[in-house]
């Protein structure tokens, strides 16, 4: 039976272990290797890296293992179990990229403790978890289509205007002309980071609580600050231009009620052809005022018409819901999303440091390094940029009488 990652890891413990008492031993005396020690340290490096290569080989195969697992296909592990992964952070993009700073720090034997300067190249997925049908969307990045960038910058062209004037034309007539306005748009990725706070490095010497800290925190925020600029962005400084803020987004005044506005917001996209890709954004509060609609006898009807709004797979009008801190309240948005694209230049890069000077350390006027105190700090950040290929496949929607 095929060797389990962790029993390779222990083997080559074993081997590595052996042969460094060889080596201690002749150290000790002042002397060369005999030919027997020689020997046995040549057979001991071969197996080392014999056992190496099937340790990766073996760690390769569980984390597959792992990858069809959370992809539903139901295949047994075999291993120890991961920690959670904050499901929002999963489903953008991020999964235990944690692990990718790891095993930098670590080698096949196990971890060796967190050096006290680093970098680490986060490699998260381009592609993030896909929308699928009954499962709620939880993050906005995943209706985004997303580009790899490599230079910093980026261009393209921007659909202002459509005027299909396309027509049955007679034998020898003049054909009509359609209109199609563009824009250039030349634009760059801005980045988008934070610190940790000084963290002992005690505590950053579990593996377990670092991955937590890290997969949990540190991405998260990211995630959310991404989120809000893709939707809030200004446009000036460092910020991007965000769908509620470009020009040329339909609106969608209210309408009756809630249902009747959202359910018209979706006809507007509907005359221009765009839905294929489209979602909705709003505050989780929006959300629950919508689930928790009533009738004259305060029945709820959801289940009530489910043809409408499905709380389950947090869909409205059949089209996908996703929830926001960064969506305004009593306000919603509703846009075809393959009409946009997000550029990933960094997909995060995590680094840490204990050279960190703190003037207020110790108390008021009494400084120190982190170095001093045996601390840790940590950054993580990425470079991202927005296209709106077409600004009319946004809809604006005002959700208030």
Same mark, same amino acid.
């Given at each position: 039976?095929? @060797?389990?990652?962790?029993?390779?890891?222990?083997?080559?413990?074993?081997?590595?272990?052996?042969?460094?008492?060889?080596? &201690?031993?002749?150290?000790?005396?002042?002397?060369?290797?005999?030919?027997?020690?020689?020997?046995?340290?040549?057979?001991?490096?071969?197996?080392?890296?014999?056992?190496?290569?099937?340790?990766?080989?073996?760690?390769?195969?569980?984390?597959?293992?792992?990858?069809?697992?959370?992809?539903?296909?139901?295949?047994?592990?075999?291993?120890?179990?991961?920690?959670?992964?904050?499901?929002?952070?999963?489903?953008?993009?991020?999964?235990?990229?944690?692990?990718?700073?790891?095993? &930098?720090?670590?080698?096949?034997?196990?971890?060796?403790?967190?050096?006290?300067?680093?970098?680490?190249?986060?490699?998260?997925?381009?592609?993030?978890?896909?929308?699928?049908?009954?499962?709620?969307?939880?993050?906005?990045?995943?209706?985004?289509?997303?580009?790899?960038?490599?230079?910093?910058?980026?261009? *393209?062209?921007?659909? #202002?205007?459509?005027?299909?004037?396309?027509?049955?034309?007679?034998?020898?007539?003049?054909?009509?002309?359609?209109? *199609?306005?563009?824009?250039?748009?030349?634009?760059?990725?801005?980045?988008?980071?934070?610190?940790?706070?000084?963290?002992?490095?005690?505590?950053?010497?579990?593996?377990? @609580?670092?991955?937590?800290? $890290?997969?949990?925190?540190?991405?998260?925020?990211?995630?959310?600050?991404?989120?809000?600029?893709?939707?809030?962005?200004?446009?000036?400084?460092?910020?991007?231009?965000?769908?509620?803020?470009?020009?040329?987004?339909?609106?969608?005044?209210?309408?009756?009620?809630?249902? #009747?506005?959202?359910?018209?917001?979706?006809?507007?996209?509907?005359? *221009?052809?765009?839905?294929?890709?489209?979602?909705?954004?709003?505050?989780?509060?929006?959300?629950?005022?919508?689930?928790?609609?009533?009738?004259?006898?305060?029945?709820? *009807?959801?289940?009530?018409?489910?043809?409408?709004?499905?709380?389950?797979?947090?869909?409205?009008?059949?089209?996908?819901?996703?929830?926001?801190?960064?969506?305004?309240?009593?306000?919603?948005?509703?846009?075809?999303?393959?009409?946009?694209?997000?550029?990933?230049?960094?997909?995060?890069?995590?680094?840490?440091?204990?050279?960190?000077?703190?003037?207020?350390?110790?108390?008021?006027?009494?400084?120190?390094?982190?170095?001093?105190?045996?601390?840790?700090?940590?950054?993580?950040?990425?470079?991202?940029?927005?296209?709106?290929?077409?600004?009319?496949?946004?809809?604006? $929607?005002?959700?208030?009488?």
């Amino acid at each position: 039976m095929p @060797m389990k990652f962790h029993e390779l890891r222990d083997e080559l413990r074993k081997t590595i272990d052996a042969a460094r008492a060889i080596q &201690q031993k002749a150290e000790a005396e002042d002397r060369e290797f005999t030919p027997d020690e020689a020997k046995q340290l040549d057979e001991l490096i071969a197996k080392g890296h014999e056992l190496k290569k099937e340790a990766d080989r073996t760690k390769a195969a569980e984390t597959m293992h792992d990858a069809l697992k959370a992809l539903g296909e139901g295949v047994p592990a075999g291993h120890d179990t991961k920690s959670t992964v904050h499901p929002r952070v999963k489903a953008s993009g991020g999964t235990d990229w944690a692990e990718t700073m790891l095993s &930098q720090v670590s080698g096949p034997t196990g971890y060796k403790g967190l050096l006290a300067n680093g970098t680490v190249a986060v490699n998260v997925p381009i592609t993030p978890e896909p929308v699928r049908m009954d499962v709620p969307v939880l993050s906005l990045r995943q209706l985004l289509p997303n580009v790899q960038n490599t230079t910093g910058r980026f261009a *393209y062209l921007r659909q #202002t205007a459509r005027n299909n004037n396309a027509a049955v034309v007679a034998p020898g007539a003049k054909k009509p002309t359609s209109t *199609y306005s563009l824009d250039r748009v030349d634009d760059r990725v801005r980045t988008i980071a934070h610190l940790s706070e000084p963290i002992a490095k005690q505590d950053l010497d579990d593996v377990s @609580m670092l991955r937590t800290f $890290i997969d949990q925190e540190m991405r998260l925020g990211l995630d959310l600050a991404l989120e809000n600029e893709i939707l809030n962005g200004s446009g000036s400084g460092e910020h991007f231009t965000g769908l509620t803020n470009v020009s040329g987004a339909q609106v969608q005044a209210f309408a009756t009620n809630v249902l #009747t506005t959202t359910r018209k917001a979706v006809t507007k996209l509907e005359r *221009y052809g765009y839905l294929s890709g489209a979602g909705f954004v709003m505050t989780p509060e929006d959300w629950e005022t919508i689930e928790l609609l009533a009738d004259a006898n305060g029945q709820f *009807y959801y289940g009530g018409p489910q043809t409408v709004v499905n709380p389950a797979s947090r869909r409205l009008w059949g089209v996908p819901v996703v929830v926001s801190d960064a969506a305004t309240d009593g306000s919603a948005l509703l846009a075809d999303f393959s009409q946009t694209r997000l550029q990933v230049r960094q997909d995060g890069v995590l680094d840490w440091s204990e050279n960190v000077y703190d003037p207020n350390a110790l108390g008021t006027g009494s400084g120190a390094t982190d170095f001093e105190r045996n601390m840790l700090r940590f950054r993580f950040e990425g470079r991202f940029g927005l296209e709106i290929l077409r600004p009319s496949a946004i809809v604006k $929607i005002d959700l208030t009488a």
